[in-house]
């Protein structure tokens, strides 16, 4: 009985923490783990950061991209997209499909450590933080 008291503190207080964290887009380095459809790993991250004043920046597999974004609820696009002009052997078939993706996308969905990016229904990226 004496350890039950300090373990119902504990939840509760994991509770309330849970609760109060809020989701967001911004300021988060988002990692990508699908591509259309294919699960997408390696030791050199594909990267998408959101900054509050709607630019958008991150790591495509070898060269670096920039540009600008807007959104209202889940409705999301991109534009203005450009990126360096490297050749990295072996990259550049997935990084042009990603950023080929990136300027389709037209919606979105937030869940805690997740960000699908959307063509239509379709999930085309996927990210996790």
Same mark, same amino acid.
């Given at each position: 009985?004496?350890?039950?008291?300090?373990?119902?503190?504990?939840?509760?207080?994991?509770?309330?923490?849970?609760?109060?964290?809020?989701?967001?887009?911004?300021?988060?380095?988002?990692?990508?783990?699908?591509?259309?459809? *294919?699960?997408? %790993?390696?030791?050199?991250?594909?990267? /998408?950061?959101?900054?509050?004043?709607?630019?958008? !920046? $991150?790591?495509?597999?070898?060269?670096?991209?920039?540009?600008?974004?807007?959104?209202?609820?889940?409705?999301?696009?991109?534009?203005?997209?450009?990126?360096?002009?490297?050749?990295?052997?072996?990259?550049?078939?997935?990084?042009?499909?990603?950023? *080929?993706?990136? %300027?389709?996308?037209?919606?979105?969905? /937030?869940?805690?450590?997740?960000?699908?990016?959307? !063509? $239509?229904?379709?999930?085309?990226?996927?990210?996790?933080?």
């Amino acid at each position: 009985m004496k350890n039950f008291l300090p373990a119902v503190l504990l939840m509760v207080v994991a509770l309330i923490n849970c609760q109060t964290q809020k989701l967001s887009l911004t300021d988060v380095e988002w990692k990508l783990t699908s591509l259309n459809g *294919k699960d997408y %790993a390696t030791a050199e991250p594909i990267t /998408l950061t959101f900054t509050g004043d709607n630019k958008v !920046a $991150g790591h495509a597999g070898c060269n670096r991209y920039f540009g600008s974004y807007t959104h209202s609820g889940s409705v999301i696009s991109f534009g203005n997209l450009g990126a360096t002009k490297m050749y990295c052997d072996g990259k550049m078939e997935t990084e042009d499909a990603f950023m *080929k993706a990136l %300027a389709e996308v037209d919606g979105y969905s /937030l869940s805690t450590e997740k960000l699908q990016l959307k !063509a $239509g229904e379709t999930t085309i990226l996927e990210f996790i933080q």
